[in-house]
């Protein structure tokens, strides 16, 4: 059964099975989660729509496929497309040696129906037991994805992402960015190495990687991608995403 994204009327700190799931739908508008922790860790898996998570100066982007851990006691806020489906798998810390730090994991198939399977069994017996030490065994071996996108709070920084998320096509140059703001080029370039750590082509292209994904599942073919990101060509966009991805779009969908 799915639950509301508020998950009513359960509390992962008042709990403490090894671990628990929900199915999750979201209403006809994006719902937002604020800022919270809790003891529990959480992979937060997208079955139809995305969800954003913002931990620690650092944004995830979770297209369908892909899963977002967060680690228990890490405080997190989480921002769910309109319409989106999702799991959350709550695990008790100690249970299973899981990442230290928030990643993006590729989901397999068969974890994702085990995954969906636990979401049903919300009653503790053998059964449920197997099926989490199956679950356990099986976790440990997802392979971490590129899809961290570098944030701050700084609020021109905040600005730049809020524009390029909502406008992906509009692929503004730094000067471009820079006259916008009313600063100087150089400056500009030094803020966002402070704040994000890379340097803007390769910031921007994180975040491109990352709409990419999103367009791709959602069914559009590379050339509507490309338009979409405002390249010029699709060869370039092509170009980009493996070089950030290590394969071509196609080949990535492939392996979905």
Known sequence: MEQPLSLDGY???????DAVAFRVRVTAHEQEIPLHHHRKGQLILALHGGITCEVA?????????YAVWIPGAMPHHNRATANARLCFLFIEPGALAMP???CTLKVTPFIR??????????TRNPQRDRLVQVLFDELPGLP?????LPVSAH???RMMVNFMAAHPQQNRTLAEWASQLAMSERNLSRLIVKETGLNYRRWRHQLQLIQALHMLVDGK????VAQGLGYDSTTAFITMFKKGLGQTPGRYLDAL
């Open 11 to 17: 509390h992962p700190d008042e709990h403490d099975d």
């Open 155 to 157: 609020p021109k920084i």
């Open 144 to 148: 971490v994805e590129p899809l961290r």
């Open 113 to 122: 129906e085990l995954i969906l399977k636990l979401a049903e069994c919300q």
């Open 221 to 224: 073919n590379v050339q509507q």
């Open 57 to 65: 100066a650092a944004m995830w982007m979770v297209p369908p496929q």
């Open 100 to 102: 230290e730090q928030c």
